[in-house]
Structures are given as structure tokens and as C-alpha cells.
């Protein structure tokens, strides 16, 4: 039975940061794509940031770029992202989700499984 488990969400003031961590178990880590994603109250889920099996190749939406780094410990099983210099406008549920295809890191659609996801608040 594949699980990824979120952890690292809070409530932080603007500017600060947070580090959210992915656990996955259940499947041979190594052999997929890692994506995060976000979807705030009243919107669609949206692409954050996503890091290929070896980690040689990462992905950024332009909202996050620079403030956002995206890494991942294979023999932990493990995806991060730090976020850095939050915004009010960042607030969301942040899940992460595995893609065992190697196009469409983008799409929501080609991602095999997903973590119930981590509250991230940010006050202004």
C-alpha cells in the first residue's frame, strides 16, 4: 500500500519560512518523480515545484522561483520544500504526489499518488 505523509505545515507570519517534508512508503522511491502542489480555499490545485527520480532535473512555478527550493533524500524516502520569504498569497494545503511517467511534470493528471497534504497559513 503506497502512503505519502506530509508533515512541516503551521501557521507563520509573512517573510518567515517553513520546511515541509514528504515520507513515502510503499513503492520504490527512486523510480519516481516528485511533485508538490497547492490549492488554496475556493481554487484549483496548482503546481509548485517538482524534482526528477535522481534529482538532477527541478522544477519551479514562476510564483515560487527564488523563494522555494524543492530537494529530495532517496535513501529516506524523502521530499522537502523549503519555503522561504512567505507570503500572505501562499497560503494553501501543500501536497505532495508521485509520477512514475517521465513527461507531464506539470500535470496534475499524470501523477500516480497523492499525500492528504499539509495546512500552510501565512498572516499578513
Known amino acids: 500500500q503506497v502512503q505519502l505523509v506530509e508533515s512541516g505545515g503551521g501557521l507563520v507570519q ?3 519560512s517553513l520546511r ?35 534529482g538532477g532535473s527541478i522544477w519551479y512555478a514562476d510564483s515560487v522561483k527564488g523563494r522555494f527550493t524543492i530537494s529530495r533524500d532517496n535513501a529516506k524516502n ?11 498569497e501562499d497560503t494553501a494545503v501543500y501536497h505532495c504526489a508521485a509520477n512514475l511517467s517521465p513527461v507531464g511534470i506539470f500535470d496534475i493528471k499524470k501523477y500516480d ?11 499578513s
Open 20 to 54: 515541509l517534508s514528504c515520507l513515502a512508503s510503499g513503492l520504490t522511491f527512486s523510480n519516481y518523480a516528485m511533485g508538490w502542489f497547492r490549492q488554496a480555499p475556493g481554487k484549483e490545485r496548482e503546481f509548485v515545484a517538482a524534482i526528477s527520480r535522481s
Open 78 to 88: 524523502t521530499v522537502y520544500l523549503q519555503m522561504n520569504s512567505l507570503k500572505a
Open 14 to 16: 509573512a517573510g518567515g
Open 113 to 123: 499518488y497523492w499525500g492528504q497534504g499539509t495546512q500552510v497559513t501565512v498572516s
